[in-house]
């Protein structure tokens, strides 16, 4: 089960004490506006009432608003999902990462195809035609998309109908800015076999339950969420009699985006890199932001192991990523392709390789957890002919890119 969008709340939040006004609740929207939202989840996943497991993770939410018609926005969306072990401080390890275009109108209903998996909640919130006081409650339709290809090898998205309470609670400040307080409440009890589900030989859900509960936060001047919080409670009743339940708390935060100079900080990084003497490193500008390539790595034989010199080169690259403190990072690793490894233990290679690289900065100070995260591509993506050695060792490289957006 894919991780619940919710939001963080920040502070502790004060009652206004003036005269609640009634609010017209409407999203807004701006041609080009770019933001992001970044949400983080604690997960605990039982089988027939036993824990399994304890999932920790990251959902990054980049958004970029393409077209405004009517009120209506079209809203370009990347999700990128990551975890990693519970109660460690080790980096983030990319799991999915998804592309979705959408249209969601003023009062947040969506228009999405159903090839998209993500968000796995829609029409959430929906605001009423009329304005509301506090105290008013209302009632409206929404969506849950679940994908449950990894988990149960069912290949499109599976969606069903929700029915969402709300209330508004009134206004609240918070760092000198009001923000109106809305709770958020649903069930779900939905039977898949009225989906017309073809499973494959492995189990499959053919009953959800569960209920959400949300705190939201919106800022009506800007016309968008603030922060929110969640509790979940869902339960997947399998076609092989098992019962899996995924309980959690999910909290996060919208985040506005600043463009990015990349001529501007590519020009700054080659500046910083000569003056520091750190050698066998380039950058470069594309799409997704500005990408330090440190080529032909040096790890201990076999392993994901730094060897001291690489230390000292990735304090020098540290300090500069210091400089961009406001931005998220990418971690990806690479390898040379070479006999005698499978491709599973080449894809397995890079990843610990782009998680000790990392986990080495997140061990500087210089990034925060939430901000990187990391990814293998195995020998997938090569710079060089694997078959010169010259080609190996610029193939066999670790890569952080400073995102866009």
Avoid at 33 to 61: C, F, M, P
Avoid at 349 to 373: H, K, N, P, Y
Avoid at 377 to 403: C, H, K, M, W
Wanted: glycine fraction near 8%.
């Amino acid at each position: 089960m894919h991780p619940r969008a919710a939001f963080l709340l920040l502070t502790a939040l004060t009652v206004v004490g003036a005269r609640a006004w009634p609010e017209r609740f409407r999203f807004q929207y701006q041609d080009g506006e770019k933001y992001r939202l970044l949400t983080e989840v604690q997960e605990k996943v039982y089988v027939d009432g036993r824990l399994s497991h304890r999932a920790e993770i990251l959902n990054k939410i980049a958004v970029s608003t393409l077209e405004v018609r009517d009120g209506a926005g079209r809203l370009d969306c990347t999700f990128q999902t990551s975890e990693r072990a519970v109660g460690t401080a080790n980096s983030f390890a990319l799991t999915e990462d998804y592309e979705s275009v959408f249209w969601r109108d003023a009062r947040g209903r969506y228009e999405i195809g159903p090839q998209y998996f993500m968000p796995v909640v829609r029409g959430v919130p929906l605001f009423p035609e009329k304005e509301v006081s506090p105290g008013d409650s209302w009632s409206a339709p929404g969506e849950e998309a679940h994908d449950l290809r990894r988990s149960y090898g069912l290949s499109s998205p599976v969606r069903f109908p929700i029915q969402v309470q709300y209330t508004y609670v009134g206004p609240e400040e918070r760092e000198g800015r009001k923000l109106e307080r809305i709770g958020i409440r649903y069930t779900v009890f939905h039977r898949l076999e009225s989906l017309g589900l073809r499973s494959t030989d492995r189990p499959a859900p053919v009953r959800i339950t569960g209920e959400s509960e949300q705190t939201f936060w919106w800022d009506s001047l800007r016309g968008q969420p603030d922060s929110y919080e969640e509790t979940f409670d869902f339960l997947f009743y399998l076609s092989n009699g098992q019962v899996v339940e995924y309980v959690g708390e999910a909290q996060g935060r919208f985040l506005e985006s600043q463009p990015l100079d990349r001529a501007k900080v590519t020009a700054e990084i080659q500046r910083e890199l000569a003056d520091r003497g750190v050698r066998d490193t380039t950058v470069r500008s594309e799409e997704q932001g500005v990408t330090l390539s440190l080529q032909n790595i040096q790890f201990q034989p076999n392993s994901a192991i730094l060897m001291p010199s690489e230390q000292a080169k990735l304090r020098s690259i540290g300090a500069i990523l210091a400089k961009y403190a406001d931005r998220d990072l990418l971690v990806g690793g690479h390898t040379a392709r070479v006999g005698g490894y499978t491709d599973a233990q080449h894809q397995e290679l890079s990843e610990m390789r782009a998680g000790a690289v990392a986990d080495f900065l997140l061990s500087l100070g210089v990034i925060r957890e939430e901000q990187v995260t990391t990814r293998g591509f195995g020998y997938s993506r090569p710079l060089g002919d694997n078959a010169t050695e010259q080609g190996r060792s610029i193939n066999r490289r670790v890569e952080i890119t400073i995102l866009e957006n």
